[in-house]
């Protein structure tokens, strides 16, 4: 079974993220994740189904590997938010 992860990959300079791009593009993924440079925020994002963290976590380059976390993703169904609303007093 499939799950999607989310893993965020944040660095603090511009020549720090050069370099991470880089590394990203040489191992192949450099069209599965989204940058927030542009807009002064020096952090890569991918979205990819996996079936486990240790899955996405091999994706990287151990350069990258210990500054990343992987953050497992899931969606909600209307009933699930209405449930949850009933849950917590949200009317």
């Given at each position: 079974?499939?799950f999607?992860?989310?893993l965020?990959i944040?660095v603090?300079?511009?020549s720090?993220?050069?370099?991470?791009?880089?590394?990203?593009?040489i191992?192949?993924?450099?069209?599965?994740?989204?940058?927030?440079?542009?807009a002064?925020?020096?952090t890569?994002?991918?979205?990819a189904d996996?079936?486990?963290e240790?899955?996405?976590?091999?994706?990287?380059?151990?350069?990258?590997?210990?500054?990343?976390?992987?953050?497992?993703?899931?969606?909600?169904?209307?009933?699930?938010?209405?449930?949850?609303h009933?849950?917590?007093?949200?009317?």
């Open positions: 079974m499939f999607a992860y989310a965020p944040a603090k300079l511009d720090t993220c050069a370099k991470a791009i880089k590394a990203i593009a191992q192949g993924y450099i069209t599965h994740f989204y940058w927030g440079c542009n002064g925020n020096h890569g994002i991918m979205i996996a079936e486990s240790e899955e996405i976590r091999n994706t990287l380059s151990p350069i990258h590997t210990d500054k990343a976390r992987v953050i497992k993703l899931n969606t909600f169904t209307a009933d699930e938010v209405k449930a949850m009933q849950d917590h007093g949200i009317s």
